[in-house]
């Protein structure tokens, strides 16, 4: 499974690209070309050995699908992860769901990178909370009005300033249930089976942002790199709110 790939940076923009041509190998879902899932119980000698293990392995869910507590345990795996490597990059961490959210296997997964220090990503840094969706007791729940995507939902810890790694067993505890809540919010509108992705910011002042995939670019957007907006955000909030 591992992929030679290198890390490009265009001179002008000074944005980064990653050239992997050994991803196009890859088995894919959207190629109907999908060989025995490497996900699954049984099948650990299609991926790289086992780094850390939790439980014995049970049926593919949704990871909104399981109960509080198991996706608890499953962001204690993200932070612990997430510490465990920093020292060695910019760590991010990822979920994909569904094809429009490039999952390239249907068996629900996280995935974690970590980038070299050199190359710059271009993500925005966290911003001051507006357009509330829920005050909880750790996290504040909202929609930046000049989101990039419609009903994209972030998740800021009050406890500024501080990396992912750091966040603490009482605020992951308060964070899983208001993350749930938004998910099925925006399952009852936009259908069961709704694509997403959701990511870790990886520096300081972190946040999890929560995308529902519901979309493709336009024309207009590829050419000016300026997102046009539908839903106006402020009304998004107040839509999921509670
Ligand atoms: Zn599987």
């Known amino acids: 499974m591992k992929e030679d790939f290198r890390f490009i940076k265009n001179p002008i923009s000074g944005k980064w690209v990653i050239i992997a041509p050994k991803r196009s190998k890859r088995p894919t879902v959207a190629k109907g070309t999908e060989p025995i899932c490497p996900f699954c119980l049984g099948h650990e000698g299609l991926t790289p050995p086992e780094t850390y293990r939790l439980g014995g392995g049970e049926k593919d869910k949704n990871l909104f699908e399981l109960d509080t507590n198991h996706v608890v ?132 002042d972190w946040y999890l942002r929560f995308i529902p995939r519901l979309r493709v670019l336009g024309g207009f957007e590829l050419a000016t790199g300026v997102y046009v907006h539908s839903t106006d955000p402020k009304e998004a909030a107040q839509e999921l709110s509670w």
């Open 73 to 204: 345990k499953v962001f204690r795996v993200y932070r612990d992860r997430f510490n465990e490597l920093k020292t060695k990059g910019q760590v991010v961490i990822f979920y994909n769901f569904g094809v429009e959210a490039a999952a390239s296997l249907p068996h629900p997964h996280a995935q974690i990178a970590v980038i070299p220090k050199k190359v710059g990503m271009d993500i925005t840094r966290s911003v001051t909370p507006e357009n509330i969706i829920h005050e909880g007791k750790h996290f504040t729940v909202f929609i930046p009005q000049a989101s990039g995507w419609p009903y994209e939902v972030w998740f800021l810890p009050k406890r500024r300033g501080r990396l992912f790694g750091d966040i603490t067993n009482p605020e992951l505890d308060n964070l899983v249930p208001i993350l749930s809540k938004v998910y099925q919010k925006l399952q009852s509108k936009f259908g069961q089976k709704f694509p997403f992705n959701f990511h870790v910011y990886h520096g300081g």
